[in-house]
């Protein structure tokens, strides 16, 4: 049984944004809006500070399509991180987990979409059945973490807010996965999409709305209109803190509470504090002096470490905000990936040699990286899980990662890369200089001077290093291809994996994993595209993900992760350079309830989502 301890719940304060519309009768009072049990948040359990209504926070994106960070940033989840990482029970007033087989998904009664439909199971429903299961909606079917071992569940709705999912096997993830920062959204507004379905509407009506939409078919209809991560749709009701208030893309986007969201604090006041969000879509280059001018209220998209003495020079010139330095929770800030599927065999043999890759970590020179490029505020180290998690091991941090040209030396000639050329540059079976490729983003600027750095210390060693910088789907598309000989990209994106996540980016079922693309692809496809894993502790690993998948309990869960971390400091399947390198957050002065400190995250964290925007608000007082 997962439910929270709850609390009770306080007398409850009508919005004074709404107030108008109540008074009017355009809108219920607030007790009617909220669920029967709505979330209570005890700020002050967690050392927040109650706040107050109102205000418009400012923000900035660099792509429209970027509009998705306000699902991101505002984090309503069937089931969430807390502070702590821990999974709650959020948008559910509880869920119940029998041998990571069975999960019973218990709605609030009373739960209102933000058009004040009620939420129920039938959302889930229609999702289900008339989504997930469409052949011309999800041609794929559903979503790959309901397959584990490519089972199906069994979905049942008892009654109006009772959702039971069932496996035959376990399906450990399935939890896990709600929390997402792009969460997978296993319920749909019925009552809005029903408009769109073949099997709801009338074909006239429907017919002619396709028409109206210049697209070919129902199916392509809504599939448009049902973008729930996107949130570029201002009809389609959400549950999240905000809701779109402006039709179209501008290059100003309005969101405005929703008057339906289910989490109060405990002086009866509805959250969001804050009424509005303004998102502003700005040029990548313009974000940080944009915030220099106090352009933003609450900013770390877009802003790296460089941008950090334009901040900082904005404050002490009188700027109306202060700059945090958030670590972030990647494994690693730069990471280098050797590819093991390269199409070219000789260099793939070389590149599947442990002593080869032992021996480039070796040649790295990691504490003059971070001298250079973070005025040693990161944490020079090979890729492995940050202390946030209780898998560290500070030696699979050290492993291979103390810069020693001499040992380098050695391990290159122990794997038979003994001749040189006469400028010093090892030479391959072949006769071919061992010039080794790595092919870039072209996005970040510590990326290159970091190589830059690396070209020197590799030369030592006799290695030439040869930077391409690409743009990232080109980049990504001839990694996967077997085109790349290397690349450099982030670290795992979870640097702090608990028990229950799900371990896919440390074997090998992921293409996105830029070392093993094709074993990816052959586990993903099953079987029909890529290559089996054919080198032993690949093949180790694999079978330590599907020890993961069985386990009934976190003991066996905790220790198959163990491994698979040692593993991966042994094989050097990723070089790791430095991580927790620090992510500036530019914060409003009157904006209170942002963390002092912080991991700056992707998944899990969803960046400010786990941190509870919905939490923050504005105030003069200190």
């Not at 809108?27 to 706040?51: I, T």
């Amino acid at each position: 049984m997962i439910p929270l301890a709850a609390l009770a719940v306080p007398p409850l304060q009508e919005t004074l944004f709404w107030q108008a519309e109540v008074s009017s009768g355009g809108l219920p009072p607030v007790q009617d809006r909220l669920p029967k049990v709505p979330l209570v948040v005890d700020l002050e359990a967690k050392g927040r500070r109650l706040g107050t209504q109102g205000g418009t926070l400012r923000t900035m994106v660099t792509r429209s399509k970027d509009l998705r960070q306000m699902v991101v940033y505002g984090y309503a989840r069937l089931v969430g991180f807390d502070e702590a990482y821990q999974l709650k029970a959020d948008i559910l007033e509880s869920y119940e987990v029998e041998a990571n087989r069975k999960f019973t998904l218990r709605l609030r009664p009373g739960h209102k979409w933000s058009d004040g439909h009620p939420f129920t199971s039938a959302d889930f429903d229609y999702w289900w059945n008339d989504v997930a299961n469409n052949t011309q909606l999800s041609p794929s079917g559903p979503p790959d973490f309901l397959r584990p071992g490519g089972e199906l569940p069994r979905v049942s709705f008892p009654d109006e807010v009772t959702v039971i999912f069932e496996w035959n096997r376990p399906n450990p993830r399935f939890i896990e996965t709600l929390a997402l920062a792009r969460p997978p959204f296993i319920f749909r507004p019925a009552h809005f999409l029903k408009q769109f379905h073949e099997k709801y509407a009338d074909p006239a009506t429907l017919a002619e709305e396709v028409d109206d939409a210049r697209v070919k078919s129902w199916a392509a209809l809504h599939n448009k209109l049902d973008n729930m991560y996107q949130f570029d749709n201002s009809e389609l009701p959400t549950l999240q803190p905000w809701v779109n208030a402006t039709d179209g893309k501008k290059i100003r986007q309005i969101f405005v509470r929703n008057p339906y969201f289910h989490r109060i604090d405990t002086n009866g006041v509805q959250l969001p504090y804050i009424d509005v969000v303004e998102m502003e879509i700005v040029a990548p280059g313009l974000v940080a002096a944009k915030a220099n001018a106090g352009e933003t209220d609450l900013q770390g998209r877009g802003l790296d470490f460089r941008d950090i003495s334009i901040l900082r020079k904005g404050e002490t010139d009188g700027g109306n905000y202060r700059t945090l330095l958030w670590p972030t929770g990647v494994a690693s800030q730069i990471a280098i990936y050797p590819n093991l599927n390269y199409n070219d065999g000789v260099w793939r043999a070389v590149l599947r040699d442990v002593r080869v890759r032992r021996a480039l970590s070796l040649g790295i020179d990691r504490n003059t990286i971070n001298q250079a490029l973070y005025f040693r505020l990161a944490k020079p180290g090979a890729m492995a899980v940050l202390p946030q998690s209780p898998f560290f091991d500070e030696a699979n941090r050290e492993a291979w990662a103390s810069y020693d040209p001499t040992g380098a030396n050695a391990l290159l000639d122990e794997a038979g890369l003994d001749q040189r050329d006469r400028d010093g540059i090892r030479k391959l079976p072949d006769g071919r200089r061992m010039e080794l490729v790595i092919e870039t983003a072209g996005e970040r600027q510590e990326v290159e001077n970091a190589l830059q750095i690396i070209t020197d210390t590799w030369r030592e060693i006799g290695v030439k290093l040869v930077m391409r910088p690409l743009d990232r789907d080109i980049l990504r598309n001839r990694v996967y291809a077997g085109s790349t000989m290397c690349s450099v990209w982030f670290g795992w994106d979870n640097g702090i994996p608990q028990a229950y996540t799900a371990p896919d980016f440390v074997v090998p079922r992921q293409q996105d994993f830029l070392a093993w693309p094709k074993w990816g692809q052959f586990y993903q496809t099953g079987g029909t595209a890529g290559e089996p894993p054919d080198m032993a502790p690949a093949q180790r690993l694999m079978e330590l993900g599907e020890q993961w998948d069985m386990a009934e309990d976190d003991a066996t869960r905790s220790t198959a992760w163990r491994e698979m971390l040692k593993i991966h400091a042994d094989q050097i399947y990723g070089i790791g350079i430095l991580a927790e390198a620090p992510q500036p957050i530019v914060v409003n002065k009157r904006l209170r309830n942002v963390p002092e400190k912080a991991l700056w995250a992707w998944d899990p964290g969803a960046h400010f989502g786990i941190h509870r925007p919905d939490e923050f608000f504005f105030a003069d007082d200190g």
